[in-house]
Nanobody
Framework: QVQLVESGGGLVQAGGSLRLSCAAS????????VGWFRQRPGKEREFVSY????????YYTDSVKGRFTISRDNAKNTAYLQMNSLKPEDTALYYC?????????????????WGPGTQVTVSS
């Protein structure tokens, strides 16, 4: 069984930065793909980024390319999402998730463990 807990969210002004962390329990984390997703008010959950199990491949949705960076530290069972140049439209509840089959993808249905989320609010 895997448990994920996100942290690092908060209120920030436009143009600012935040670093989200996703701490995992259990051994499956190191052999899983890690994804970050977000859900904006009134919208469906959407893909933000993923990183493969040894960090060899990363992928971002177009709206965050060049501003967000995903990384992981398997020794600490933790993944990160560095968010720079934040915009008001980045305001959302951010979730981390893992796919223990280590597939790479943007579909939230492939990810089988999820954290409860951390709120990011960007003021204009």
């Amino acid at each position: 069984q895997v448990q994920l807990v996100e942290s690092g969210g908060g209120l920030v002004q436009a143009g600012g930065s935040l670093r989200l962390s996703c701490a995992a329990s259990g051994r499956a984390f190191a052999t899983s793909t890690v994804g970050w997703f977000r859900q904006r008010p009134g919208k469906e959950r959407e893909f933000v980024s993923y990183i493969t199990l040894f960090g060899g491949n990363t992928y971002y949705t177009d709206s965050v390319k060049g501003r967000f960076t995903i990384s992981r530290d398997n020794a600490k069972n933790t993944a990160y999402l560095q968010m720079n140049s934040l915009k008001p439209e980045d305001t959302a509840l951010y979730y981390c998730a893992i796919d223990t089959r280590a597939f790479s993808g943007t579909n939230p249905r492939q990810y089988n463990y999820w954290g409860p989320g951390t709120q990011v609010t960007v003021s204009s």
